[in-house]
């Protein structure tokens, strides 16, 4: 199906005056070029409501993908982390504390579909290459975030080992306790540094990796251009 992809991103930013002066105006701009790309088969989902978008935001874009008949999946938060190197418990805390989340995957065709239902039935559970391909992001960049992701986990395990002296069902109580934790050895430092160590595209919604910031790897920057020329062919707004 084509699309009038000029209008579709009028509505959008039309919607987006709509929002409050407090909402971060950047993350939803990024949101309308990830939209406008998957419609222009740049990318196969457009994932939705996993940020800080707010709820009113979240609900006009699910009811304009209504009214352009594209596939809507809801399900649970897809999360690639690989959890090996930590202890069952922790894995398991980590995976209920994603359980309540709810996103919506959209999408245009029948394969597509049967891909995105086929990892929400698994419980998000997925490989990194797979979300990767799936979501339209360069894989480097996934890695990187699930990368970003261990290095928190590794942290915090750290902080749970210092304050209870490796007692596990301490560490435990203190964890599924929402306790406060702060990193104080070199060790821990560094571990949190790496997991917030953020880069952003020009475009896009993903965080680039350390070769993509370098530029020694092309990756994003391709991706960047594949979005520049959708909103040039388009004639569609950059922010």
């Known amino acids: 199906m084509s699309y009038d992809l000029s209008e579709i991103s009028h ?24 939209f406008l790309a998957m419609l222009y088969g740049i990318k196969p989902v457009f994932l939705h409501g996993r940020g800080l978008a707010p709820e009113n935001w979240i609900e006009e874009v699910l009811n304009l993908a209504r009214d352009l008949e594209l596939e809507i999946i809801e399900g649970p938060f897809w999360d690639a982390t690989p959890y090996g190197e930590f202890p069952n418990w922790y894995h398991e805390h980590c995976r209920a504390e994603l359980k309540p989340y709810r996103a919506w995957y959209i999408c245009q065709d029948a ?16 490989s990194i290459p797979k979300e990767a391909k799936l979501l339209g992001y360069p894989e480097c960049c996934v890695n990187a975030h699930y990368a970003r992701a261990s290095h928190y986990h590794r942290g915090t395990l750290s902080i749970l080992k210092r304050l209870t002296k ?8 203190l964890v599924r306790g929402g306790a406060h934790l702060a990193p104080e050895t070199e060790k821990e430092i560094k571990h949190f540094d790496a997991a917030f160590e953020i880069h952003e595209p020009e475009l896009g919604s993903w965080n ?12 994003s920057a391709t991706l960047v251009q594949q979005y520049l020329n959708l909103i040039e062919e388009c004639g569609l707004k950059l922010g």
């Open 11 to 34: 509505q959008l930013f039309e919607l987006l005056k709509r929002q409050g002066a407090d909402i971060d105006r950047s993350e939803l701009i990024a949101e309308i070029h990830d």
């Open 166 to 173: 490796g007692n596990e069902k301490q560490m435990q109580d």
């Open 208 to 219: 680039m990796c350390a070769s993509c910031v370098r530029s020694t790897n092309q990756a």
């Open 111 to 126: 394969e597509t579909v049967d891909a995105v239902q086929s990892v929400n039935s698994a419980n998000g559970r997925l």
